[in-house]
């Protein structure tokens, strides 16, 4: 099946006054038709930053550098204002960080709704309009009298269901979802992301699900891809992300999980994320590495296959077959 999103080498830098940010830097990624994929990584991975320029909405000082995001076939990076803007939504949807901002203040939810779709489609009359605002919105589970709300009128969730509700309007074959539950409650995470994977498998669209929250996007992704520094360190199929990590950091993103059992004593993750205008040389990870040795100083380690599907960028494949065991900290 060919993918009906193929992203090769992406890279967005940030124009700052010390030089470019690499925020997403050198990235390719590829998915199927109905698949779920998540990219999950710490603030300032580059996550958000990916999202934004999957759908080509990258901002001053943000600007798309280099690469191709191919969208069944046609290139979003060379599409005009025109093909972009018909493009957006109708083929590729955003479900924004934050849905508030996405939802307009002053507009009842169905104009907002109706708006989103006449944009796209001509020739559909009122009585069919407010029939298609009734179905989405039993579909991301709200009441039909929501549509006569404004959205100061709705709970978190409710606003968050609102946006894909919009995102949804015109069955797009892919969905990008940055942080859609960041803003809300344990509970109503769950139930928010259950709608989104339901929502997934009527549309049989391909998902990108951003978050920083592991145990989150596990649940819900076919696949996963860690993000690091702006590069993706490791993806693979889900479970055995989860069983078998092969990069250093996705083991211990995996073991700070709550309820997985770790055999060695936890170290965490001590340090930060590397300023993005000044990269270390070699592994951008090497400074809070445990495993870390004098090639990851000096050279940029490149994915390669570490298993069935699973792919990692780091020095110590294909030497190794596993992850050796963890080193355990000074105080262990
Ligand atoms: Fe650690 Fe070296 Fe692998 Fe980077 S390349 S994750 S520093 S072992």
Redesign the pocket.
Known sequence: VDPVLEVTNLNVHYDTGHGPAKAVNDVSISLKPGERLGLIGESGSGKTTMATALMRLTRPPGRIASGSVMLDGKDIMAMSARELRETRLRDIALIPQGAMSSLNPVMRLEEQIIDAIVAHTSGMKRAALNARVEELLTNVGLAAEVARRFPHELSGGMKQRAAMAIATSLSPKVIVADEPTSALDVVVQRQVMQTLGRLQDGLGAAVVLIGHDMGLVAQFADRVGVMYAGKIVEIGPVRQMIEAPR???TRLLVDSLPGIKVKQALIGIPGLPPPLVNLPPG?S??PR?P???ER?KNEV?QPQEVGDRQQAA???YPEHSALPPMPVGPND
Request: proline share 13%; with cysteine.
């Open positions: 990069h250093p950091y592994c990870f090497s590495c495993f870390a040795f990851c380690p780091c020095h110590l």
